[in-house]
């Protein structure tokens, strides 16, 4: 295919995107806040932290190809940023956007139950999430990446930790109780990373890197706080 048809072939598309009904097209697209709620046990009590991001799925029609690719189930984007909770004061739980994707409602809140990702069957699920209001809890293997952070200042001492082990970082009697799912018609939650890192804290990071980088080229292994990046934690800004 010559770069000319695929040019055209990409603005036919984008034209069509913009006209009213172009679903009329074959070309659909669902937008939704979904929020996910993070619930701790502490010997202080429940306490609880959400975020709300904003999902958006485009599904081409099946005679829409460029290449030998196209017609499939689309793809997806998530903008928005990670749950922080302050489990014990001045210790933060971060659960972040890395494991995360509009692909984790669709299939938690689907009903019934999504078998895989065959075109007709995850419409349904994008359909159904019109309709979906009630929380449900999010399967273990779906868990995003749990984190904290031992000295905010110091982008360095981020570090994952085990969702079922979070007494390990934040102290005797600590746990987690749920990881709850669900559409929401709140708006997209903005500004709780920054308020916690700082605004500043990946430029640190990215001065930080570069010398971890070095390094892991010589030791063959990179600390967990520079396999993350800044999308993890924020996305779409």
């Given at each position: 295919m010559t770069r000319m048809r695929v040019a055209l072939l990409i603005l036919f598309a984008a034209v069509l995107a913009a006209l009213p009904g172009c679903g009329l097209f074959g070309f659909?697209?669902?937008?939704?806040?979904?929020?996910?709620?993070?619930?701790v046990e502490t010997p202080r009590g429940e306490i609880a932290a959400s975020s709300v991001t904003v999902a958006e799925w485009e599904m081409p029609p099946k005679w829409f190809k460029i290449?030998?690719?196209?017609?499939?189930?689309?793809?997806?984007t998530l903008k928005g940023e990670a749950v922080v909770?302050?489990?014990?004061?001045?210790?933060?739980?971060?659960?972040?956007?890395?494991?995360y994707s509009p692909e984790t409602a669709?299939?938690?809140?689907?009903?019934?139950?999504?078998?895989?990702?065959?075109?007709?069957?995850?419409?349904?699920?994008?359909?159904?999430?019109?309709?979906?209001?009630?929380?449900?809890?999010?399967?273990?293997e779906a868990y995003p990446i749990f984190a904290t952070i031992d000295d905010p200042t110091n982008?360095?001492?981020l570090k994952q930790i085990d969702a079922d082990r979070l007494d390990t970082a934040f102290g005797a009697g600590v746990r987690l109780k749920s990881v709850?799912?669900?559409?929401?018609?709140?708006?997209?939650?903005?500004?709780?990373?920054?308020?916690?890192?700082?605004?500043?804290f990946f430029k640190k990071w990215q001065a930080q890197f570069e010398e971890a980088f070095r390094k892991?080229?010589?030791?063959?292994q990179r600390p967990f706080a520079f396999n993350i990046t800044r999308d993890d934690f924020m996305s779409g800004d």
């Open positions: 659909q697209d669902w937008t939704w806040h979904q929020k996910l709620t993070v619930v290449g030998d690719s196209g017609g499939g189930g689309g793809a997806g909770l302050e489990v014990v004061p001045g210790r933060y739980l971060f659960v972040l956007l890395k494991g669709v299939f938690v809140l689907a009903d019934p139950p999504l078998s895989g990702y065959g075109r007709e069957e995850f419409r349904r699920g994008l359909d159904g999430l019109e309709t979906s209001v009630e929380p449900r809890e999010l399967p273990r982008p360095s001492t709850l799912i669900s559409v929401s018609d709140e708006p997209q939650t903005q500004g709780r990373v920054d308020a916690v890192l700082g605004i500043n892991s080229r010589q030791s063959g």
